[in-house]
């Protein structure tokens, strides 16, 4: 049976490349300016914060808010998940702070809250806490803690965009939080990321890292006019607050993105609509079907073998790509971060033995595309053919 599914399908539409040829007639601005702000205002608006900084990739996003952490809370640890996207952990690193390690809670694959808890320590920064997937993995007790102990959290909203916990959208709960617009996500500036906050000390120092730590970037008059008189030696318009990077993206990211905007909730109900369907019809005996789906909205299938072997991983895999489905092994991120090379020298060889719950969907997790055109049918055939296939 020929599936043929990709992860991600006609995520960049007709309409979406006519609005694109409409701005590049005549000789517009191409550059960061009035769409990457109209861009800024309406992602906020649709979010519910203050404020939201359109950088150049997820990961940008990730490094940005990172560096802002340094900079205003000082050295320190930031706890992190040991299922994610490298740029989390790796912005840490770069960041000059410490990654403290967490494992996953099996229901909605994000930290376990007890475990968060029990890892912070006078020297905690913030926490950096993963949505994997579209899950939530937000609950009262850690929203609680974290406000009683003064301990900022940092949302990665990258990859659940319009998911909820309390009918509250993610990414408007911590102190900042960040998404990404890459092609396979919920909406696509084809490379692109948000950095959103209701803080303006993170909003202002967020756009000077954006733009080489440029003071001019920002738009508080007082910031300005303070490096401005701290410096009278120096040009106003090139004072450079701080070690920054050069993270903006252009006018055409914006362009797309806005119209992206306008179809993202109809189409994550779509989404939503896939994923219970799949669930609904996966061997609730073979696979993992009790995910807490509680105000998620899921861009993939989330495929979980439930009594895992080698065998049974290397013939599901075997069966997808025969019958042409696209999926990626390990979950979120390629599987368990404790196992990647670079981060040797910060953790030990056999750390992974620490967090066995991340370790099991490294081998015995996939995921496949859930993107708004896909037919039923061809998700109950793909369920027939995993519930066949051990």
């Known amino acids: 049976m020929k599936l043929s599914m990709p992860l991600m399908n006609n995520n960049i539409t007709r309409e979406d490349r006519d609005v694109l040829i409409e701005f590049l007639k005549g000789d517009p601005i191409l550059t960061q300016s009035t769409n990457v702000k109209a861009f800024e205002k309406e992602w906020s608006q649709w979010l519910g914060v203050k404020y ?21 809370y000082g050295q320190g640890e930031v706890i992190v998940p040991t299922l994610t996207w490298v740029s989390d952990v790796a912005s840490v690193i770069n960041a000059g702070l410490k990654p403290v390690f967490v494992d996953i809670n099996e229901r909605h694959l994000g930290m376990d809250c007890d475990q968060i808890l029990s890892k912070i320590t006078s020297q905690t920064r913030a926490v950096f806490l993963t949505h994997v997937l579209g899950f939530n993995a937000l609950s009262d007790r850690l929203l609680k803690e974290l406000e009683a102990r003064k301990i900022p959290l940092i949302e990665d909203v990258c990859e659940s965009h319009g998911a909820t916990f309390k009918g509250k959208k993610l990414g408007s709960y911590g102190l900042a939080s960040n998404f990404s617009f890459y092609y396979a996500h919920h ?12 803080d303006e000390k993170i909003y202002e120092v967020s756009r000077l890292y954006r733009s080489h730590g440029m003071v001019r970037e920002a738009t508080s008059e007082d910031m300005k006019n303070s490096y401005i008189k701290e410096n009278p030696e120096l040009n106003p318009e090139f004072i450079f607050a701080y070690p920054g990077f050069n993270m903006r993206s252009t006018e055409i990211n914006a362009v797309l993105g ?25 061997d609730a005996k073979k696979y993992r079907t009790d995910f807490d789906i509680e105000g998620s909205v899921n861009y993939a299938l989330t495929l ?56 099991y969907v490294h081998f015995y997790g996939f995921y496949i595309g859930n993107f708004p055109s896909l037919e039923e049918q061809k998700i109950n055939d793909l369920c027939q053919l995993l519930n066949r296939t051990i």
Request: hydrophobic share 35%.
């Open 52 to 72: 939201s900084v359109f950088v150049n990739s997820g990961s940008s996003a990730n490094f940005i808010t990172m560096n802002a952490i340094k900079q205003i």
């Open 187 to 198: 909406m696509t500036t084809i490379e692109g990321g948000m950095i959103c906050t209701n």
């Open 258 to 282: 806005r119209n992206q905007l306008k179809s993202l909730d109809a189409n994550n109900e779509k989404r939503t609509k896939n994923f219970k369907l799949f669930l609904s019809l996966l």
């Open 304 to 359: 979980v073998i439930k009594d895992g072997n080698p065998e049974k991983a290397q013939k599901v895999m075997a069966n997808l790509k025969e019958a042409g489905v696209e999926f990626r092994r390990g979950l979120s991120g390629g599987g368990s971060q404790i196992r990647q090379p670079y981060l040797r020298g910060y953790v030990a060889p056999d750390d992974y033995k620490k967090f066995p719950k991340t370790d």
